[in-house]
């Protein structure tokens, strides 16, 4: 066995004492001290883990309540108080947990008129814009039809402008060979020469054609103009 030894000189005596104790746990006070260090940590755990949950019990509570009003305020339910207790630090977070959910619903509150007056005035305005759509829609109908007036306008004005030519020759035509048959009666009143009868006659034949040539290509523009209106 291990033992620790010690000595001591005796200067009455000049002797030198020598004793020897057992080491480790054959000593009686060091095992005896031993046990009872174990017992006192045993017993000082013990208790810190009874003081540590009744203490984490008192501290949850509070903190558990502060989170559920928490959670009512983020689903949009002011609670009616906020909960407070012993402890000064979870006081002043309730406290500004209070204040921050009553600005929380005023800030609401606003945010939710300003939808409102916002909703308004966008319904306002999309009815103007609807009013202003219609407005243009007509416009633009009343343009497209006065456009098209235009456009038959002045196609009428080109088809007269182009009958006018064949239509004032063939009158042309016409009135100068009723002129000439009115001479040539006032002649066969008096002695009409052959050479006479053979010029009203040439006449009256190259009038017919100025007429007949003329009327063909007023009948031609016309088929033209009817087939353009069919288009």
């Not at 000595?7 to 020897?20: C, D, E, K, P």
């Not at 829609?137 to 007036?149: F, G, I, P, S, W």
């Not at 035509?173 to 040439?202: G, H, P, Y």
Request: aromatic share 4%.
């Amino acid at each position: 066995k291990s033992y620790h030894p010690a000595a001591a000189r005796s200067s009455r005596m000049n002797w030198v004492f020598l004793a020897r104790m057992p080491a480790g746990l054959d000593n009686q006070a060091y095992r005896s001290t031993l046990i009872d260090l174990g017992l006192l940590c045993v017993t000082s755990f013990a208790m810190a883990l009874v003081l540590a949950g009744w203490g984490a019990s008192k501290m949850t509570r509070p903190v558990q309540a502060l989170i559920d009003q928490a959670h009512d305020v983020a689903k949009g339910h002011a609670p009616e108080h906020w909960p407070r207790g012993n402890i000064t630090e979870l006081n002043q977070l309730s406290s500004d947990l209070e204040s921050m959910a009553g600005s929380l619903q005023t800030l609401n509150q606003t945010l939710e008129a300003r939808v409102k007056q916002r909703t308004q005035e966008l319904i306002q305005t999309n009815n103007e814009l609807t009013r202003t759509l219609d407005d243009l829609r007509q416009t633009q109908a009343d343009l497209v039809q006065a456009e098209k007036l235009a456009a038959l306008g002045r196609l009428v004005a080109g088809v007269a402008h182009e009958l006018n030519t064949p239509i004032g020759n063939s009158l042309l035509a016409a009135s100068t060979m009723n002129e000439t048959s009115r001479e040539f009666r006032q002649r066969m009143q008096q002695s009409v020469r052959r050479s006479d009868l053979e010029a009203f006659i040439n006449d009256i034949i190259q009038g017919a054609d100025i007429t007949n040539r003329n009327l063909e290509r007023a009948a031609e523009l016309v088929a033209s103009f009817k087939q353009v209106a069919i288009d």
